[in-house]
């Protein structure tokens, strides 16, 4: 898919000519149902990260998609009675229109199922692994469907999975390829430990190493075909088997960059020396920070560097689920506010690591404060200033066109909510400004109209500013305030009250 046009253009500077090539993406959500608010979220993040990292001039890739061959999605098209390949491209389609409408900056975005790219990779993998590594043998136990994976005694509670109570395990017997992980299990712990592969938020990583230390079991890593109803990427060197879906669904991350071919896109964003970033939710950081870097380590591939682990989003107190019927629905919030109004309540209301409660009270009171209120009534004052008083576009500082020191430490600890917290507070201090020094009233006497101009001309910058930090955040807004701002014009209405 093609980049939307808003991103900026700027020639980045010598010393950052020299800056790592910088590979991040979102996990692959299951498409056994339309996107809900927890989604965007994920989706949102790593777009902030990704046009943050673009501004300060590093070469990004951008990599999102969808996870087909789970086997809730066979589950799912047999229930609606729809082929499985049409059901998971008609969800697909789904969230791949969510990216657009939120204006997300993904540079691709792979369809396992679907995508000649990806089979290829994930036999690759597979046949990379170490032969000692992996076994066959005849296997008996509780599959939780929701997670995709064998559960063992000490992963339930009360007898079901924490991630899914109320859902049945199915008890399976069969005879599977086997993964022994516990083979890594020092050197995952090391790595993690050193920061080699670094998990935020540091909670995270410490129930990672916990669960390193308490011994890891060996992993199923292929199902019979029979059981995956035909659908998945198939073993290699044995027909009876599809690979299991974790093995196929994380090595999205490499397949999509040609890993099959190890062509230019793999040498540079994966090989070599670029930071890796996977942004997940805190449900799958065992499949990220044990199982992918110990299939990796087999394989003799390199391994990510990062990952940011974001928390969950509940709903009026509550998970959502459709039994409850609180699923917030993405695009209905676009459709209403707008796809950056969506983007800032993401960003600055919902929590960056840990779970958060979403109202839909709590976003339209946050849009009227923040945006219709606060930027957007400040953004049109100042510019029908600077329309009224001064006779062309202000010519606008470098300083104001610079992401400050303090925001780019934020962003780049993933600090997003506190990031931009610091644009708002900027414009609170240019209400406060407006306000004590009264450019409006100064510009009514010839005495003082000079001064007015000056303050004028001053909150211009201001707001160049703001619009240079709200960028990677709210994307169109910040194109509209520039666009204003070298017109020398109020902008149209940029958020309008909702009652
Ligand atoms: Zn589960």
């Given amino acids: 898919m093609t980049v939307s046009a808003s991103r ?51 070469d990004v890739r951008f990599l999102s998609g969808t996870d087909d061959n789970a086997l809730k999605n066979v589950l799912k098209a047999e229930e609606a009675g729809e082929p499985v390949a049409q059901y998971v491209s008609r969800h697909a389609d789904i969230f791949e229109d969510l990216l657009q409408k939120l204006a997300i900056s993904n540079d691709d975005f792979i369809r396992t199922a679907s995508d000649p790219r990806h ?29 995709e994976e064998f559960k063992t005694e000490k992963d339930l509670v009360h007898g079901e999975c924490p991630e899914h109570p109320g859902k049945k395990l199915e008890e399976v017997e069969e005879v599977n390829h086997f993964f022994r992980l516990g083979n890594y ?47 998945g990427v198939p073993v290699p060197g044995d027909d009876g088997q599809v690979m299991y879906v974790w093995v196929d669904a994380l090595s999205n991350y490499i397949t999509a960059l040609g890993y099959a071919d190890e062509g230019n896109l793999y040498q540079k964003y994966w090989a070599g020396e670029a930071d890796k970033v996977h942004v997940i939710g805190k449900g799958i950081s065992r499949f990220h920070a044990i199982y992918w870097p110990a299939f990796l380590l087999s ?50 209301h919902i929590h960056p690591f840990e779970d958060s409660d979403f109202t839909r009270e709590r976003f339209r009171e946050a849009y009227n404060a923040d945006l219709a209120n606060g930027l957007g009534n400040q953004a049109a004052r100042i510019m029908k200033l600077a329309q009224d008083n001064l006779d062309r576009p202000v010519e606008l500082s470098a300083e104001s066109l610079t992401l400050q020191q303090p925001f780019c430490e934020l962003v780049e600890k993933y600090e997003l909510s506190a990031a931009t917290a610091l644009i708002w507070e900027h414009i609170s201090k240019a209400d406060l400004y407006i306000q004590e020094k009264k450019p409006f009233t ?19 910058n201001h707001l160049a500013m703001i619009a240079t930090h709200l960028a990677p955040i709210m994307p169109e807004t910040a194109a509209k ?19």
């Fill in 299 to 348: 394989a003799g591939v390199p391994l990510p560097t990062e990952l940011f682990v974001h928390g969950y989003l509940t709903v009026d107190g509550q998970k959502m689920s459709k039994t409850i019927g609180n699923v917030i629905d993405p695009f209905e919030l676009i459709t209403e506010y707008g796809a950056d109004a969506t983007r800032f309540f993401l960003a600055r």
């Fill in 481 to 499: 305030i520039m666009t204003a701002i070298k017109e020398n014009k109020k902008p149209e209405n940029l958020f309008a009250r909702k009652d």
């Fill in 119 to 147: 089979a290829r990779g994930a036999q690759k993998l597979w046949q990379a692994f170490k032969p000692e590594d992996v076994y066959k043998k005849s296997y008996k136990g509780l599959y939780c469907v929701g997670c």
């Fill in 185 to 231: 299990a020092a050197t995952l712990e090391e790595l993690l430990v050193s920061g080699s592969l670094k998990i935020v938020p540091e909670s995270r990583k410490n129930e990672v190493l916990a669960f390193i230390r308490g011994g890891l079991e060996d992993l199923s890593i292929s199902r019979s075909r029979a059981r995956a109803r035909d659908w």
């Fill in 442 to 460: 100064l510009v009514k006497s010839d005495d003082t109209r000079e001064e007015g101009k000056e303050i004028i001309a001053k909150l211009v």
């Fill in 8 to 58: 900026p253009h700027r020639t980045p500077d010598p010393a950052s000519m020299q800056q790592k090539p910088f590979y991040i993406t979102t996990s692959i959500p299951y498409v056994n149902a339309a996107p809900h608010i927890g989604h965007a979220e994920e989706f949102v993040q790593a777009d902030i990260i990704a046009r943050y990292q673009r501004l300060r001039g590093r």
